[in-house]
């Protein structure tokens, strides 16, 4: 009599006749027709450029700037209302500044990239996915927080205090700041969880014209990494 209790008790749990989630589990936000597909982890802050584009003949725009998120997830996500929260420093102390990404449809697809730019007219015009025109980026310090449109806080990337982690702007050309891709504590706080674009020209989703001096990968994977942070982590 016991085991036919215990049975039917096993066969209730399995039960999956009822849509409901048990409150005893976490509800996954995977309505990827939502504000709230995402969870924490699933989205990066893959690559900042911060330090503005160089046309071919040297030319510096230090406002043609972009930042890309890069989606983890095994699944869409929907970062309609999403905001960005910039906090930085340029020669003096700019103002906490938040960015909101339009609403519509703006959907990363499993393994995108999304592109944040300031100017349609600039460098990253053809690859942007947004344009903000209003956006700014501190040119030694920045740190920038990613919300869901709940306010929850899907990533983060730099720093308050310490000066920008890498890229920059050397008289000859921009390069921008890449995640380093590790598994184990690659947090974008971490100066050592990023580097400097390390190719000699910009990908090819830069506009011509600008591709020998702004040397940058928006909508693409990263460069390769060879600041010694790819470490993927001891498995034993």
Not at 59 to 85: K, M, Y
Not at 121 to 133: H, K, L, R, S, Y
Not at 193 to 201: I, P
Request: charged share 25%.
């Amino acid at each position: 009599m016991r085991k036919l209790l215990f049975a039917a008790l096993l066969l209730g749990a399995c039960d999956t006749s009822d849509p409901g989630i048990p409150a005893s589990q976490p509800e996954y936000r995977w309505d990827f027709d939502s504000c709230t597909s995402g969870e924490r982890g699933s989205i990066t802050i893959n690559e900042v450029n911060f330090a503005g584009s160089v046309t071919d003949d040297g030319t510096l725009d230090a406002d043609d700037i972009f930042i890309e998120l890069w989606n983890r997830h095994p699944r869409p996500i929907n970062v309609s209302g999403w905001r960005l929260n910039v906090y930085g420093k340029t020669e003096g102390y700019v103002p906490d500044e938040g960015y909101l990404i339009p609403q519509n449809d703006r959907t990363i697809p499993v393994n995108g990239h999304f592109v944040i730019a300031k100017k349609a007219d600039g460098a990253f015009g053809d690859i942007a996915d947004v344009i903000i025109e209003d956006l700014e980026l501190g040119k030694s310090h920045f740190y920038v927080e990613l919300r869901d449109c709940d306010q929850k806080l899907m990533e983060s990337a730099g720093h308050r205090e310490v000066p920008v982690f890498s890229g920059g702007y050397d008289f000859v050309t921009s390069r921008s700041m890449e995640r380093a891709q590790i598994i184990f504590q690659n947090r974008g706080t971490m100066a050592m969880n990023w580097h400097a674009y390390s190719v000699d020209l910009g990908s090819n989703t830069i506009r011509e014209g600008w591709r020998e001096r702004t040397l940058a990968s928006p909508g693409m994977a990263n460069s390769p990494d060879y600041s010694g942070s790819s470490a993927s982590g001891d498995f034993e």
